[in-house]
């Protein structure tokens, strides 16, 4: 079991301030929370009343030394620094910091900026840890007063404003090419689900077209249906293309020529007239290899009439002879 550690708490105006023994983190949150007056329902934030520091992990809050200040934190309070104003009023400035929706005291609207200018003051680093709202109260922020709240004259006050506003500037650039690369990706899933959906009508029309050619006994209109939802389909995005089709195919794509090929295919003409001349080089490869079978077959075919006569003519001379003998 843990061993109970004895810590002190107090409200973000440090009015408030009580003494607890606790075992753990989320022990600190309920009993503290509880002496202070929160609501069970409502989230608690514990800070470290000296410097803010932030504490949300139960190893680090055991790693602190005993009766350490934590500051616990409703919603919109922040932590800001002890301020040393005379005759004892710091409460009352410090009760301003939880700003209402409707205020508009011009003295009230000041201390954002304030708050965040001192955590510069101590810590330029704190700078990575601020949401852009809170870098653009500092960029809006009158710059003698935010020089003076600082500590530092106009000059270096305004390379600090410069400088937020760069931070600004790069997480908007970071947002909007995060933005251009989710609608790039989107944009290539609807393309490519535009192209399945285009290849499954370009298959239904071929079904329809092989129909149709049925029905109307192979009508020139069928042929072109037939020619436009199949072999132009088996041509576009494979590699040589060419040697995919038969020869009865290619002689359709040469026939039909360019125009009627780039209108199915919607490539532009280049493209087109170059898979164009590669079917007529296969055809016209194919048709020497079909010529030259022919030539060998129709040489070879002399010899055997040949051989047929001679057989015939030799049994005709016999034929006498033997019928002499």
Known sequence: MTDRRPCKVCN?????????????????????????????????????????????????????????????????????????????????ARES??????????????????????????????????????????????????????????????????????????????????????????????????????GQEDAGDAGDAGDAADVTDGMEVDAASGFISRTLMVLKGKTSPETRLSTEDLQMVVTRGVEAMQQVLGWDRERTSALLQACEAELNTRLQQIQAMQSIRSSAQPDSSQRSSEESTGGGVQSPAQGSG
């Open 97 to 198: 910091v939880l700003l209402e929706a409707d205020a508009v005291d011009s003295s009230s609207a000041m201390l954002p900026w304030w708050d965040l200018a001192q955590q510069l003051k101590q810590d330029l680093a704190s700078i990575i840890l601020m949401s852009e709202a809170e870098l653009q109260t500092l960029v809006d922020a009158p710059r003698p007063e935010l020089a003076s709240a600082l500590g530092f004259k106009e000059e270096r006050a305004e390379k600090l404003q410069e400088t937020l506003q760069r931070v600004l500037d790069r997480r908007e650039e970071e947002r909007q090419s995060k933005e251009l690369l989710e609608l790039y990706l989107k944009a290539s899933e609807n393309e490519d689900r535009q192209q399945d959906e285009a």
């Open 12 to 92: 973000f105006t440090r009015q408030k301030s009580y003494g607890v023994v606790v075992p753990s983190l989320e022990d600190l949150k309920k009993t503290g929370g509880e002496f202070l007056g929160f609501s069970p329902s409502e989230s608690v934030t514990v800070v470290l009343e000296n410097d803010g520091t932030i504490v949300e992990d139960q190893a680090y809050f055991l790693c602190l030394p005993f009766n350490t200040k934590f500051m616990l934190l409703q919603q919109k309070e922040t932590w800001s620094p002890v301020r040393k104003v005379d005759g004892g009023t710091a409460w009352m």
